[in-house]
C-alpha cells in the first residue's frame, strides 16, 4: 500500500487581517506560540504515518519562497505550484494527475494546511483506517468530525446506511442557517465536513473522468510536462482556461460512491478570531496572546497578537481583538467577524493601500 | 534694552510614555501635527521679539543631537549642556552667569520649551510689557495665568497689593487640593503659576548671591570656563556639587521683589494627554488623532498616536489613549493620568526592558 498526502496551501483569507495578509496567508503563521506554522504542524503530523517524499504541497506561485523556507525538506517537485487561483478541483487533480505520473497504484489523502487538529493520535488512527478503506473499496471517503455546536459557518454531511464508524453520504449542506444547524446537530444524523479526503489514484481519477471531463483531459495531456523546464509556463495556460470549481461541487455532491468516516479528533477550520479563541491558551483572566510580549491591567477575554519583539500595556479592554502586523494595527471586537473583512477592504481601498499590510 | 532668553528644555517627563521617552522627551515631539515640535515653536515664539543669537537653551547632554537637529540656526555657544539634573535654580544660574560673562546689563526672559500658547500675540504683548517693567524696577516678575477651571495639578500665585495688571505677589501655593483650588479659582484672586520668569540680570544675580549663595559663588567661580574646551568637564564638577533646587523654592518663595503679571494667552503646561485632548483638533466624534493614519469605525472621544506612516483600524473605543512608538504599544483610558508614570515604570522593570521605548 503506497500512500500519498497532498496538502492544499493556497489560502489567501482576510479573515484574519492584518495577522494574515496576501503576502503572508495563515497557512504560514505559528497561531499557537509553538514555532511551527499551520502549514509545518499540517507536515510534521502527516510525515508520521508516510514517506516525506510522499506528501506533495499545492500552493500559489506566490507563496514558494515561504514553502522553502518553512519545509526545507521538501524538493522542488514536491511544491506544486499553482498561477491562479481556480478552487480545489483543478489543485487537486493538478497534484493527482502527478502522482499518475509516478506510479499507478497509490492511495491518497488530501488535507487543508491551516485547520486545527488537538488529538493528532485520534486522527492519524482514524487515516490509517481510511488509507486501508479506500485501497480495498472503490470509494472517495470524507472525514466527518461530530459537532459540538451548532456552528453555521460550516458543511454538513448527512450519514447514509450502514452500521460502523463509515457510512454512505447521503447529503451535503453547505453553511445552514441557525435554525436548521440546531437541527442538525440534534438528530445526531448530521456531521461537519472537514475537507478532508481520502481515496485511491484509480478511484479519483474515475471520478475526473467522469465528473470533470475536461479537467481531467487538461491535466492528462498534462502529464508529459510535469518536473519538466516547461512546467511553469505550460501551466499558465492550463489554468487560464480552466473551470474553477470545487470538489465538493464538482465531484463529492455528484459522485454515487461517497463515504463518510465519522470522527472526532479536536478539529477546527480556524476560520475566525471567535473559533480560535475557543481554542487557544488564555491567561486567567481569559485574554489570548498569541505573539509578542504584554503588560495587562484591568483586561478580559482579549486576543493580542504582535509582532516579534513588541511589547502592548493594555489597560481596561474586554473582548477586542488587538493585532499589530508592521506598520498596521488593528483594533475591534474580537466577534466582528462579518466586519473583519470590510477592514481588510476598506483598506485596500485607500489612495495609499499600497503603504500598508 | 538688550533682551536675552533662557529657554530650559531639560525635562524627561514620562507621563506622555511610549509617545514621549527619555529619549525623546515631549519638548523633541510635534504635538499637533504642525511640523515644529514643542522646542522649536517656543523658539520660532520668542525670535519675533529678540535677536536670534540671544536665545539660549539649556537642556541636558543627552539632547545635544536632537537640539543641534531641530534648531539648527543655533550656534554651539547657544546651547547649554547640563551634566546632570539638578532642577531650574542651577538651570537658570547656569544660564544668568554666562549672560553676565557677556554683559553687564540685560533683560532675561526664561520659559519653559514644553508648553502651549494658542494666543502667541497676546503672549508677546505681555512678555514685551514685562521686559520693560524688570528694565525699570528691581522686580522678579513671573506671569500669572487666568485660571479657567479648578485644576489640581498647577501651582497658584495668590495677588498681593497694587491696582494694574502687575501685583506684588502676596503666596505660591503647590497643588492644591481639587477643594481649595475651587476655593482659589472662585475668589479671583488666585492665578496659575506658568513658569514663566522675567528679571534683570542684576536682580537676578542678586537673588542668587542673597537666597542662593552656594549656587551663585560655583558659577561665579566657573565664568572663565564658559565657552572654552574645558567647559563640559569643568561643568561635570560643578553640577556634582550644586544643590539640587527648583527656582521657585529658592528664590521666588523668598525673595521680597517677587511680582506677578495677571496674563491670558491660552496656556497650558501640556503635562497630561487630558489637557491635550482640551486643545487638540478632534474629528466629529471627539478622537484626536495626533499622528499616522485612521480608518475609525464607532469611536468616541479617543486620542490616538501612531508612528509616521502607521495605519490604525479601530472600531468601538470610547475614552481610550491608544499609542504606539517603535515596538510599544499603550491602549489605556485616556483619564487615566496617575497610572501612566507607573506603565513605564513597569515596562523599566521588565527583565528585558531594554528592547522597549
Not at 85 to 99: E, H, S
Not at 209 to 228: G, M, Q, S, V
Not at 312 to 341: F, H, W
Request: hydrophobic share 35%; charged share 20%; with cysteine.
Amino acid at each position: 500500500m503506497t500512500n500519498y498526502c497532498i496538502i492544499m496551501a493556497g489560502g489567501v483569507g482576510s479573515r484574519f487581517w492584518p495577522y494574515s495578509t496576501t503576502q503572508c496567508p495563515k497557512q504560514f503563521l505559528d497561531f499557537f506560540g509553538t514555532g511551527r506554522s499551520l502549514l509545518q504542524t499540517t507536515f510534521d503530523r502527516i510525515a508520521h504515518i508516510m514517506p516525506v517524499e510522499n506528501i506533495y504541497i499545492v500552493s500559489n506561485k506566490n507563496y514558494r519562497e515561504q514553502i522553502l523556507e518553512q519545509l526545507p525538506e521538501l524538493k522542488p517537485e514536491q511544491i506544486l505550484l499553482e498561477p491562479m487561483r481556480r478552487n480545489t478541483a483543478p489543485c487537486i487533480a493538478y497534484a493527482v494527475y502527478k502522482i499518475k505520473k509516478k506510479t499507478s497504484d497509490a492511495n491518497i489523502l488530501v488535507v487543508p494546511s491551516d485547520h486545527l487538529i488537538t488529538n493528532e493520535l485520534a486522527f492519524l488512527d482514524v487515516v490509517k483506517e481510511g488509507l486501508e478503506f479506500v485501497d480495498t473499496n472503490d470509494a472517495i471517503l470524507t472525514l466527518g468530525i461530530k459537532p459540538t455546536r451548532p456552528e453555521t459557518g460550516y458543511g454538513y454531511i448527512q450519514l447514509g446506511k450502514g452500521n460502523g464508524a463509515t457510512r454512505k453520504v447521503k447529503t451535503f449542506t453547505e453553511k445552514p442557517n441557525l435554525e436548521l444547524a440546531k437541527v442538525f446537530v440534534d438528530s445526531g444524523e448530521f456531521y461537519w465536513n472537514a475537507g478532508i479526503f481520502l481515496w485511491s489514484l484509480n478511484t479519483i481519477v474515475n471520478a475526473f473522468n467522469t465528473y470533470l471531463p475536461d479537467i481531467a483531459n487538461k491535466f492528462e495531456a498534462f502529464t508529459p510536462y510535469y518536473d519538466t523546464p516547461e512546467e511553469a509556463q505550460l501551466l499558465n495556460e492550463v489554468y487560464a482556461t480552466c473551470q474553477n470549481i470545487s470538489i465538493d461541487y464538482g465531484v463529492m455532491e455528484k459522485a454515487q460512491n461517497v463515504y463518510v468516516r465519522m470522527s472526532e479528533f479536536g478539529w477546527s477550520d480556524l476560520g475566525t478570531w471567535s473559533s480560535y479563541y475557543e481554542l487557544a491558551n488564555k491567561d486567567q483572566d481569559g485574554n489570548a496572546i498569541v505573539s509578542g510580549q504584554t503588560l495587562l491591567y484591568n483586561n478580559k477575554n482579549n486576543i493580542i497578537v504582535l509582532p516579534k519583539g513588541h511589547l502592548a500595556v493594555i489597560d481596561g479592554l474586554e473582548g477586542y481583538l488587538i493585532t499589530q502586523r508592521g506598520n498596521t494595527l488593528l483594533i475591534c471586537p474580537k466577534d466582528a467577524e462579518s466586519k473583519m473583512r470590510q477592514y481588510a477592504k476598506d483598506v485596500a481601498e485607500l489612495p495609499n493601500s499600497k503603504d500598508f499590510q
